[in-house]
Antibody
């Protein structure tokens, strides 16, 4: 069965970086895109970007350009989301979510990773 | 960026009711519209993709319609497990923006 298992919760200081992982199983890793979506406490969903695990190409929301990097490791079927220059507003649950095509919905989601930014 | 506006923001209803949630895009998005359900502390769950296609395993009481800029999600007969927050999302052009959410509560 399809599973996306994310890394554990993180606590970071302002200005630091965080790297969240998402390990995929149960399907052909390179045949599906992966989105990253975040949700601040009590708030809605915010799309951050997408990576094509096949070639590694990415597209990021303008809001995160220069601060976010999405990468993948095909040998372990894992995608990573690296967010730098953290500020308190980045405190959120970060989700990875699989998509069959570039412009399609996300049919499977990871369990979420809480990143807390606090001094 | 394409803005997605949902209405209402919250809704109180009873088990067995028929409810409709509306989502409006700030510009044309064809049928690139998806609906998700989210329960507290859980990841979103895909209900409807491409405006009107029911995701596998989702009960048939959920349906979606619309194209262009105006879309609706309908639940034909509310069940206790349907009380949650619902989000629309456009996947027409990046950034793939979400609506602000509609919280469905028990009356």
């Amino acid at each position: 069965q399809v599973q996306l298992v994310q890394s554990g919760a993180e606590v970071k200081k302002p200005g630091a970086s965080v790297k969240v992982s998402c390990k995929a199983s149960g399907y052909t890793f390179t045949s599906y895109y992966m989105h990253w979506v975040r949700q601040a406490p009590g708030q809605g969903l915010e799309w951050m970007g997408i990576i094509n695990p096949s070639g590694g190409s990415t597209s990021y929301a303008q809001k995160f350009q220069g601060r976010v990097t999405m990468t993948r490791d095909t040998s372990t079927s894992t995608v990573y989301m690296d967010l730098s220059s953290l500020r308190s507003e980045d405190t959120a649950v970060y989700y990875c979510a699989r998509a069959p095509e570039y412009s399609s919905s996300s049919d499977y989601w990871g369990q979420g990773t809480l990143v807390t930014v606090s001094s | 960026d394409i803005q997605m506006t949902q209405s209402p923001s919250s809704l109180s209803a009873s088990v067995g009711d028929r409810i409709t949630i509306t989502c409006r895009a700030s510009q044309y998005i064809s049928s690139y519209l998806n609906w998700y359900q989210q329960k507290p502390g859980k990841a979103p769950k895909l209900l409807i993709y491409a405006a009107s296609s029911l995701q596998s395993g989702v009960p048939s009481r959920f349906s979606g319609s619309g194209s262009g800029t105006d879309f609706t999600l309908t639940i034909s007969s509310l069940q206790p497990e349907d009380f949650a927050t619902y989000y629309c999302q456009q996947s027409y052009s990046t950034p793939y923006t979400f609506g602000q959410g509609t919280k469905l509560e028990i009356k």
